[in-house]
């Protein structure tokens, strides 16, 4: 016997009766849509800008994060941008044919590689930091000082409440894991 389903429409219906909505967040009060959404109006904003600067956001990304943490192996560096390791070594390839990073055998793996900035970097960096001050002066237009310190000191714990979430997350995961696997 067939089971049977609603049709499509009386789905709908169900999701947008009074009681169904009422129920939903507001988008601006949902964190996630007002994250995701910031995100999303922020690399729309920048991509064009960079693109005339020769550089892709994700190129961007992988200088900054080579910035921040010079020597960083390229395995650790894909795990920041969540890209996986192949992507990274094209984008990489690429930074280093324009003379822009290098990469270094890492002393305690000699399969792995780590990397660096060349000098040749600094007038990108400059440019991208410059960037990114202009963009945030903009996006920041209406706050009083208070309110940014404010959203800049909230938004530091939320990163850390992320952080640790993330850890127990993956911690739970590898526990689950682990009895899974001696049952």
């Known amino acids: 016997m067939k089971p049977t389903t609603n ?17 939903l967040l507001a988008e601006q009060e949902s964190l996630a849509f007002l994250l995701a959404d910031s995100l999303r109006l ?28 010079q020597g960083i192996r390229q395995v650790d560096l894909a795990d920041f941008m969540e890209i996986q ?24 793996d000699r399969r792995a590689f780590q990397l660096y900035l060349t000098p040749a970097a600094a007038p990108v960096i400059r440019l991208i930091n410059a960037a990114t001050r202009e963009f945030q002066q903009r996006a920041l237009a209406g706050f009083s000082p208070a309110q940014v310190e404010a959203l800049f000191v909230g938004m530091n714990q939320l990163r850390d ?23």
């Open 7 to 23: 049709p499509p429409d009386a789905d709908i219906a169900s999701l947008t009766s009074e009681s169904s909505i009422a129920s």
């Open 42 to 69: 922020t690399r729309r904003i920048a991509a064009p800008y960079f693109e005339q600067h020769q550089l892709t956001l994700a190129q961007v990304r992988a200088l900054l994060g080579v910035y921040r943490w």
């Open 85 to 108: 390791p192949i992507s990274l070594a094209r984008l990489l390839d690429q930074l280093a044919a324009s003379g822009l990073i290098e990469r270094r055998p890492d002393p305690k």
């Open 161 to 183: 409440n992320l952080t640790a979430l993330n850890r127990t997350a993956s911690k739970t995961s590898v526990d689950s894991n682990e009895v899974s696997n001696h049952e």
